[in-house]
C-alpha cells in the first residue's frame, strides 16, 4: 500500500529565509507526486506535480521540488518565503493504476517578519 | 470559469440527525471525492465515484453515504451525526486520464453538538 510521510508538522522561518518541505512516500510502482497549498479557510490548490521526466519541478509562487527515487523523497523548496505563504502544505502521492491521491498529514509553514 | 462549489460553507448540527452536505462542479469531470480534513491525520478518503451510478467506499466510510445520479453532483450524508464526525469536508474532482489531478472546493465546516 501506498503511504505518505511529511515529517514536520511546523516549520517556522523568517521572511526572506529559504525553506524546504520534506516528504518521503512508499510504493510499490511508478507514481505521481503532487504538492498542494491550503490558505486558511480555503480548499487545496495544486502547487505543482511531477509525473515523469525531469526530476526538477517548478511550480507556482516561486515553488519547487526534487523527485528522488533512489530515496523515495519529493521535498519542497523554495529560496526566499515571504509572509503570504504561509498556509498549510500537503504532500500526494498516486500511482499510475488508479486515480486516488494518499496524502500526507500536512506542513504548517509559518513565516515571521 | 468552471468551479467546485460546497454547500453550505458551515453547519452546526445535534447528534442523531441526518445532514447532507452539497457539492457541485461544472468541469464535467467524471471523478468525485470526499474527503475530510482533521488536525493530525491531513485528508482520508471518504467515498468516491467514477462517474453517475458509480460510488465506492473510501477509507472512513463508516456513517457517510453518496449517491451520483449526474455528472455535476455528489452529495455526501451523514446517516446519524455523531460528535466524531465533527470535521472539515472536502469535495475534489478530476479527469480520468489527466494524471491524477485533483481540483477542490472551499470546504464545508461541520460540527456536531
Known amino acids: 500500500a501506498q503511504s505518505v510521510t511529511q515529517l514536520d508538522s511546523q516549520v517556522p522561518v523568517f521572511e526572506e529565509a529559504p525553506v524546504e518541505l520534506r516528504c518521503n512516500y512508499s510504493?510499490?510502482?511508478?507514481?505521481?507526486l503532487f504538492w498542494y497549498v491550503q490558505y486558511p479557510n480555503q480548499g487545496l490548490q495544486l502547487l505543482l506535480k511531477?509525473?515523469?521526466?525531469?526530476?526538477l519541478v517548478k511550480g507556482i509562487n516561486g515553488f519547487e521540488a526534487e523527485f528522488n527515487k533512489s530515496q523515495t523523497s519529493f521535498h519542497l523548496r523554495k529560496p526566499s518565503v515571504h509572509i503570504s505563504d504561509t498556509a498549510e502544505y500537503f504532500c500526494?502521492?498516486?500511482?499510475?493504476?488508479?486515480?486516488?491521491?494518499?496524502f500526507g498529514t500536512g506542513t504548517r509553514l509559518q513565516v515571521f517578519p | 470559469d468552471a468551479e467546485i462549489t460546497q454547500s453550505p460553507r458551515h453547519k452546526i448540527t445535534e447528534t442523531g440527525r441526518q445532514v447532507t452536505l452539497a457539492c457541485h462542479q461544472t468541469?464535467?469531470?467524471?471523478?468525485m471525492f470526499w474527503y475530510r480534513q482533521d488536525l493530525g491525520h491531513g485528508l482520508r478518503l471518504i467515498h468516491y465515484?467514477?462517474?453517475?451510478?458509480?460510488?465506492n467506499k473510501g477509507e472512513v466510510s463508516d456513517g457517510y453515504s453518496v449517491s451520483r445520479s449526474n455528472t455535476e453532483d455528489l452529495p455526501l450524508t451523514l446517516e446519524s451525526a455523531a460528535s466524531s464526525q465533527t470535521s472539515v469536508y472536502f469535495c475534489?474532482?478530476?479527469?480520468?486520464?489527466?494524471?491524477?489531478?485533483?481540483?477542490f472546493g472551499p470546504g464545508t465546516r461541520l460540527t456536531v453538538l
Open positions: 475534489a474532482s478530476s479527469e480520468p486520464d489527466n494524471y491524477n489531478e485533483q481540483f
Open positions: 510504493s510499490s510502482v511508478s507514481v505521481y
Open positions: 511531477y509525473l515523469s521526466g525531469s526530476t
Open positions: 500526494a502521492v498516486s500511482d499510475r493504476n488508479t486515480d486516488k491521491l494518499i
Open positions: 468541469w464535467n469531470h467524471n471523478n
Open positions: 465515484s467514477y462517474g453517475v451510478q458509480d460510488t
